[in-house]
């Protein structure tokens, strides 16, 4: 059985779309939960990095919060040690911070994603999180 298909039954939400390889390494999915409109000025999402999976080092014009859902994941301020995060954690990050988030190398990670003042933008995505940057902790 591919692990693909192994259905997580405690998962709140559908895994969704497989998120776009030009912004993320590893294999990821997307539920989209909030459209961005002018009324509530943020996009909500869903987000379950497989494994060793991670997004590439981006910044938000509005800001974000992440709501940590389920597994065990990495969280990088540029200039800043990995943190660890996990299921139950909340971080917020400042307008044009450069940061990724991602699972661990051992576990997979859900987190739900606000991407809040999206008048001012929702991201602006940079280059990829290498392995040897992704390894830092593991060292
Ligand atoms: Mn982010």
């Known amino acids: 059985m591919n ?15 497989k998120a776009p390889a030009d912004y993320f390494t590893g294999t990821a999915w997307i539920k989209p939960l909030v ?36 597994g065990i994941g990495y969280y990088q301020e540029r200039g800043k040690p990995i943190q660890l995060i996990r ?3 909340v971080i917020t990050i400042p307008p044009d911070l450069e940061h990724w988030h991602g699972a661990s190398h051992d576990s997979s990670l859900t ?6 003042n999206t008048q001012n933008g ?7 999180v290498t392995n040897e940057e992704y390894n830092t902790l593991t060292k």
């Open 87 to 89: 299921k139950g954690d």
């Open 35 to 70: 459209p961005d409109d002018r009324i509530f000025n943020s996009v909500i999402g869903n987000v379950v990095f497989e494994p060793g999976a991670r997004n590439n080092w981006h910044t938000h014009p509005g800001g974000q919060i992440l709501i940590v859902t389920d």
């Open 122 to 128: 929702i991201v602006a995505w940079l280059d990829p």
């Open 111 to 116: 987190h739900i994603a606000i991407s809040t």
């Open 3 to 17: 692990t693909s298909e192994i259905v997580n039954t405690n998962a709140i939400f559908p895994k969704g779309e």
